[in-house]
Each structure stands twice: as structure tokens, then as C-alpha cells.
């Protein structure tokens, strides 16, 4: 008899909703079972008294967390046979560090570039002084993070471990820095800061078959009329800028960088 999972996920959308994305990549990329319930944007606070979401219910404990931060804490906690943290104690500790810095910072890039993981947005739009200081910091910390791994890998022997993440195997990391790595598609914000290391790094996850499934369910929502959100549509028109969607088989080359 089949048994109900543990966790539940409530949330919006997460063809736009970063903050839910990256708990929802958690759980797909590790095969966590659990359920989940999405709602319209204008619909959150039905299911959140705070208007705030994600939440994640455990039903073995009775609570129910929010914040993507606390949730992928308690995920790594609660599931300790997965490595969503990684293994080493200094790679995992400057994992928590990358993580916590996405979590608290990078406003400009949010409230400018919002999230819409199928829209392209076509045409010249004006990067700030204080967005160009954030690409350049995302760019820094994607290459000192890779850097750091081959070197702290090669010092204890583990070498073969790497598979191109941040930090060597997939973790909470890279799912934090997933919605970022988006808008640089989506916006085709400029990559010449770009080292050949994060370079890598970009091009590891958007061909990685566990996170292609993933993207494969955002063009899934994108297909039902209730996930859109119409503020989302025009965004930058007055600059002569227009939408298209991004052919879902689409790939990157660091090469072609």
C-alpha cells in the first residue's frame, strides 16, 4: 500500500516563482517524494497567512517551514543519506556561504529582471551601474567556487568526485543560483566577465538530463492559461523590446561564449 510522502510543497508557479523553484529543484533533482499545490500569485495568501511562499509541510513532525533557505536546511537535516550539502566539511561550508549571499542579495537582478523561465525578452535593455556590479559578482562567485573545488578535490584525493557543480556533485548551491542563471538567458544579460570555469559551470547545468526535466515542466505550466501572470508580459515594450519563447530544446556551449 502505497504511503503518502512527508513532505508537501505549496508555493506559485515556478515557471516565475524563483523562490519556489529552487525548493522544487531540491526536491525533483535528489527524488525526494513529496506532493505539492501551486497557486496564481494573487491567490497566495489563500494558502499562507504571512502572503509568503514557499512553505513545506512535514507531516511526520506536524509543522510547516518557510523561506527556501530554512526549507532546504531542514531538507539537508532531515535527509542525511543525500548529499544536498556537500560532503567535505570546507567545500560544504563555502557552499552554505555562496547560498546565503544569493538568498540575501542580488536585489537589483530580482526587482528588475524578474523571473519568466520561457520568455526570451529581445531588443536592448539598459543594465544598470548596480545591476553590472551584481552580473559581475554572480560571475565571481561561480569561478572562485569551481576553482576552490578542483583545488580542495585535488587536495584530499577526490578529484573523480567533481561533476561540474559548484561544488563539485549538485547541491543546494546550484539550485539557488538557478533562477539568476535563468535571467541571464532570459535577458541575455552579458557574460564577457565570464571566466572559462563558470562558463563550465553554466554549461553543466543547463545540460544536466536530471535539470532538464525540470525545465521540461515549466513549458508544461506555461501550456495551462492559470500560471500566467500578466504583469510579467510587456516588461521593457516602451524600449522597443519584445517576447519570444525559447525553443525548450535549447542549449549552451561554453565554447560558443
Known amino acids: 500500500m502505497a504511503t503518502t510522502p512527508d513532505y508537501h510543497l505549496t508555493g506559485t508557479y515556478t515557471r516565475y516563482s524563483s523562490w519556489t523553484a529552487r525548493v522544487e529543484l531540491i526536491l525533483s533533482y535528489f527524488q525526494i517524494p513529496y506532493t505539492k499545490q501551486f497557486v496564481p500569485l494573487e491567490k497566495v495568501r489563500d494558502v ?8 513545506l509541510k512535514s507531516h511526520s513532525l506536524n509543522i510547516t517551514i518557510n523561506d527556501s533557505l530554512a526549507i532546504a536546511e531542514y531538507l539537508a537535516e532531515s535527509n542525511p543519506h543525500l548529499p544536498l550539502w556537500p560532503r567535505d566539511p570546507a567545500l560544504r561550508a563555502l557552499a552554505r556561504s555562496a547560498a546565503a549571499e544569493m538568498h540575501a542579495g542580488f536585489a537589483t537582478l530580482r526587482n528588475t529582471f524578474h523571473t519568466n523561465f520561457v520568455t526570451n525578452y529581445v531588443g536592448e535593455i539598459a543594465v544598470s ?10 560571475l565571481s562567485i561561480w569561478d572562485s567556487a569551481r576553482k576552490a573545488t578542483v ?11 567533481d561533476q561540474g557543480f559548484l561544488f563539485g556533485g549538485f547541491s543546494i548551491a546550484d539550485a539557488f543560483f538557478w533562477p539568476v542563471l535563468w535571467r541571464f538567458r532570459s535577458y541575455n544579460l552579458p557574460l564577457d566577465g565570464a571566466t572559462p570555469e563558470a562558463l563550465k559551470w553554466i554549461e553543466t547545468m543547463w545540460n544536466d538530463p536530471e535539470i532538464r526535466k525540470i525545465i521540461h515542466w515549466y ?5 495551462d492559461p492559470e500560471t500566467h501572470i500578466a504583469k510579467y508580459s510587456g516588461l521593457f515594450a516602451e524600449y ?3 517576447e519570444e519563447r525559447f525553443p525548450e530544446d535549447w542549449t549552451f556551449r561554453a565554447s560558443d561564449v
Do not use: F, N, T
Open 48 to 55: 499562507s497567512i504571512s502572503g509568503l511562499v514557499p512553505l
Open 129 to 138: 551601474e548596480a545591476a553590472s556590479k551584481e552580473i559581475a559578482r554572480a
Open 151 to 161: 583545488s580542495r578535490l585535488r587536495a584530499i584525493g577526490e578529484e573523480e568526485s
Open 219 to 223: 513549458y508544461l505550466q506555461a501550456e
Open 240 to 242: 522597443g523590446v519584445k
